[in-house]
């Protein structure tokens, strides 16, 4: 069974800073990982995401995300947030190649401070 | 493409009606997920489709819930004897398959249980 674990339910960082949204995944296969964002009142769009290959994906927006397998970890990266940024993240895995069924972290809320 | 549609967008009833929700996934998609979402939370699993085979319903989902995919085209979400309990978002998603797992998210319908 997969599941995902997002470590700070809320993150908030001035414009400019770096963000680190941190993901940790439990798969008892290679997993598929995804980052997920949610705006206000507004559908889930994807960020990026981790299949085969390349540990380091760069997504939309600037965003990029590291598969560490060692330490099962996922986490979402920004060089220098912007005041755009701000909405709920979610962090997501599936059990890879296997291609079953997306489970979805709790989540977390970036506030982005000017 | 106009992407995954869902209706209604919104649904008021009275505790103890029936409702049901209707998904239109993109058209060469053959996966398709339901889920539910309440306030702070990620989205929850509910169940998914294979073309028109449903594969895995949550063992979470009470009997009232009943979902299909005839044709194995537009879903449908049925909830007999709505609770309160049953108030939230409820999510629709599709995807290709195969290695292209990601799902794509329609703009949900929000359930309300009165």
């Known amino acids: 069974a997969q599941s995902v674990t997002q470590l700070g339910s809320h993150v908030s960082v001035s414009e400019g800073a770096l963000v680190l949204l941190r993901c940790n995944y439990s798969?008892?296969?290679?997993?598929?990982l995804f980052w997920y964002v949610q705006y206000p009142n507004q559908g889930l769009q994807l960020l990026l995401k981790?299949?085969?290959?390349?540990?380091l994906v760069k997504g939309i927006n600037g965003f990029e995300a590291e598969f560490k397998k060692s330490e099962t970890s996922f986490h979402l990266t920004k060089p220098s947030a912007h005041m755009s940024d701000a909405a709920e993240y979610f962090c997501?895995?599936?059990?890879?190649?296997?291609?079953?069924?997306?489970?979805f972290g709790s989540g977390t809320r970036l506030s982005i401070r000017p | 493409d106009t992407g995954v549609s869902q209706n209604p967008r919104h649904k008021i009833t009275k505790r103890g009606q029936n409702v049901t929700f209707r998904c239109d996934p993109i058209?060469?998609?053959?996966?398709l997920y339901w889920y539910r979402q309440t306030l702070g939370q990620g989205p929850e699993f509910l169940t998914y489709?294979?073309?028109?085979?449903?594969?895995?319903k949550s063992r979470l989902l009470s009997d009232r819930f009943s979902a299909e995919r005839p044709k194995g085209s537009f879903s449908t979400l049925e909830i007999q004897r709505t609770e309160q309990g049953d108030s939230a978002m409820y999510l629709c998603?599709?995807?290709?398959?195969?290695?292209?797992?990601?799902?794509?998210f329609g703009q949900g319908t929000r359930l309300t249980v009165v």
């Open positions: 998603a599709s995807s290709l398959g195969g290695t292209q797992t990601e799902a794509f």
């Open positions: 798969s008892s296969v290679p997993p598929y």
């Open positions: 981790y299949t085969t290959g390349a540990t």
């Open positions: 997501a895995v599936s059990a890879g190649s296997s291609a079953s069924k997306i489970i």
């Open positions: 058209s060469e998609h053959n996966r």
């Open positions: 489709f294979q073309n028109e085979a449903q594969l895995e």
